[in-house]
DNA sequence: ACATCAGTTGGCGAAATGGCCAATTAGTTG
DNA sequence: CAACTAATTGGCCATTTCGCCAACTGATGT
C-alpha cells in the first residue's frame, strides 16, 4: 500500500472511528431529529458532561457534527444527513450474521 | 440511556469500529472486487502476516467477511455488500467539511 | 518422516481511548 | 462585582488497541 492510499484510507477510517462509540452514535441518532445543547444531550446519554463534551468534539472534528453557540448553551447539529444511512446498512450486517448458520452467507458482488 | 438503548448501540458501534482502521478499510475495499487469500492481503497491504490475520479475524468477528480454507490458503470474501456504501457517505462527509468555510454547512432535515 | 509454506495465536511494549474529577472560560442574573 | 449555569480543558488512571516477533497448527510435497 503506497503513502497515498494509505492516506485516504487513514482519513476515512478516522470518520468511522467517530462513530464508532456507543454514546456518540446515540447522540448522532438524536441529533438527527433536531439539534440539541450539550445539557441535553448529557442528560439523554446519562453521563458526566465533560465526557459529553469531549464526544462532541471528536464528532466535530471529524466534520460530522456543526456546533453554535447561543447564549449560554452551546447547539449541536447533524452536517451530514446521510450519516443514517449506515445505520440500515450496519442492520444488514447484523441479519446477515444471525442467518449465516451454515456459512452459505451471501457474498458480495463485485461493484 | 436505558440498559436496552445501550446495548443496541453498543453492537452497532462494534461493528463500526471493526471497520474503522485503514488497514481494515482498506482490506474490504479490496475484498469488495473478489475473493482474496491472507497471503494477497498481505502482500496488498504490506505488513506482517500476524497483523493481517489479525485485522482479518477483527473483521470476521463482526460478521463483516467469510473465510473459506481452501488447501493451503484461506479466503476471505466480503459477507455484506452494502459496506461500500459507506464510503460514498464518508466521501460526502468530507466534501462537507471542505466547504463549510462560513459556517453555512448544511443541516441534516428530521428523518 | 521431514521440510516447507499458509495461517493463527500468545505475548510484549508503545500508543491511543474513555471516563471521572477539578479547574477554567464565558454568558447571565442579581 | 459576585453568584450561578453551560461548556470546555487538563490531569490522571484503567482499559483497549496495534504491530511485531516467536511459537504453534495444518496441509503439501519429497
Chains 1, 2 share one sequence.
Do not use: W
Amino acid at each position: 500500500m503506497d503513502a497515498k492510499t494509505q492516506a485516504t484510507y487513514e482519513v476515512r477510517a478516522r470518520i468511522l472511528k467517530a462513530l464508532a462509540h456507543p454514546s456518540r452514535l446515540f447522540m448522532v441518532d438524536v441529533l438527527s431529529r433536531g439539534e440539541r445543547c450539550v445539557c441535553e444531550l448529557t442528560e439523554l446519554v446519562g453521563a458526566d458532561m465533560s465526557t459529553v463534551s469531549k464526544h462532541l468534539s471528536v464528532l466535530k472534528a471529524a466534520g460530522i457534527l456543526a456546533d453554535e453557540k447561543r447564549g449560554m448553551q452551546v447547539y449541536y447539529s447533524l452536517k451530514v444527513p446521510c450519516v443514517m444511512g449506515f445505520f440500515d446498512c450496519v442492520s444488514e450486517v447484523l441479519t446477515s450474521r444471525t442467518v449465516d448458520r451454515d456459512g452459505k452467507a451471501p457474498v458480495c458482488q463485485r461493484r
